[in-house]
Each structure stands twice: as C-alpha cells, then as structure tokens.
C-alpha cells in the first residue's frame, strides 16, 4: 500500500484567490493522480502527473484553472487558481502502486 | 451512456444478509475493475480488484466479473451495520492506468 498526505485537509477561500493542495507519498511511485468530488458525487480525474513531464488533463479541465507540479517522485501539488464558490469540492490525490490507486484523506475546500 | 454506471440507492439490507452491488461499463478494452468503500466524509478505499472473469473472494466480500455482459458486481456476506457506506465501482480506461468511476451505490445495514 501507500501512506499519503495530503495538505491542507480542509479550507475555506474567497472568490478570486488560488488555493495550493500538497501531496506527499512515502515511496517514490511513478504515477499521480488529481480528482475531484463535487458534493454528493463520484470521483472525477483533473490529471494525471508523472515526474519529468507535463501534467495530463481529462476533458474539461485546463492548465490555467488546475495547474500541477511534480518535481519528484514521492510529490505533487494541485493548484485551484481564480477560485469561484463552484469549485466547492473536495480534492483527492492518488498514487498508483501494483496496478491499484491508494488516495490522500482530501482536502476540503468551500469558496465563498 | 455513462462509462461506468452503479445503481446509485439507497441500498438497505437487513444485518446478516447478503449485500449486492452491481456495476456496468462501456470500454470493451478494460481490463482491472475494483470496488472501493467511501464512508461519509471520508477518502475511498480499496475493498476488492479484479482481472479474470470468475469470482474472487475475501473473507466476506466476493467480487464477480463477467467481460461478455460487461458487468461487475460485489457480494458482502453477514452484512454488518459497518459496512453501511458508498461503495464505488472503478473500471480502468481503454487498458490505460486511470480510472473511471461509478456514481457510487449507498449502502445501509439496518441492525
């Protein structure tokens, strides 16, 4: 398995700002993974992070509104940028190990 | 049609019976399929993963896959109040390592 943090567990920002989330994984891993869980829903893939390339995004996501860095191997950071009340969401971090996906506790976030 | 589609509940099963959750998807090309627990307020974590056609059992959680039907589905046994939870169904996209997940069945085990 994976033991993952994930920084900060919960926030709350006001409309316009930008919110970094942090995640750090005790073994290096390959692959990471941004989701979002919008209130009362499923998991929704924001990217895929490899170190040494760019971020991957799913379809509607962006670069400008989700930027990501991975500087290497055992950590990454999701940035939620220009932030509106419908980014309300809880944000996920996973790591992918032997084929199986372990994920961060989330970080909470509400916009006002 | 959704990749991945869970009947979303509520699930309410009586304690000690036996708990069905089912799952289909739409990509041919998936290959490892997995059921996640999510308690209220918490991050998903892994229960059981698949590969092969067939069943698959842990303990009280028996995991079935049929590629034919595109189907998946998770038995709990001598269901307990704690497992009373979302279970999500998460399929691997086109053999790739990202998945695609379910909209989460909600399960109750009414003691």
């Known amino acids: 398995s994976a033991v993952i943090s994930q920084k900060p567990s919960r926030d709350i920002c006001q409309r316009g700002t930008s919110l970094t989330i942090q995640c750090q994984v005790d073994s290096q891993v390959t692959m990471m993974f941004w989701y979002r869980q919008q209130p009362g829903q499923s998991l929704t893939l924001i990217a895929t992070a490899n170190q040494g390339s760019e971020a991957t995004y799913e379809s509607g996501f962006v670069i400008d509104k989700f930027p990501i860095s991975r500087p290497n191997l055992t950590f990454s950071t999701l940035t939620v940028s220009n932030m509106s009340p419908e980014d309300s969401s809880i944000y996920l971090c996973s790591v992918e190990k032997k084929n199986i996906q372990y994920f961060g506790a989330g970080t909470r976030l509400s916009v006002l | 049609q959704k990749e991945v589609e869970q009947n979303s509940g509520p699930l309410s099963v009586p304690e000690g019976a036996i708990a069905s959750l089912n799952c289909t998807y739409s990509d041919r090309g998936s290959q490892s399929f997995f059921w996640y627990r999510q308690y209220s307020g918490k991050s998903p974590e892994l229960i059981m993963f698949i590969y092969s056609n067939g069943d698959k059992e842990d303990g009280r959680f028996t995991a079935q896959l049929n590629k034919a039907s595109q189907y998946v589905s998770l038995l709990i046994r001598d269901s307990q109040p704690s497992d009373s939870a979302t279970y999500l169904c998460?399929?691997?996209?086109?053999?790739?390592?990202?998945?695609?997940f379910g909209q989460g069945t909600r399960l109750t085990i009414n003691p």
């Open positions: 998460a399929v691997n996209k086109g053999g790739a390592q990202k998945l695609v």
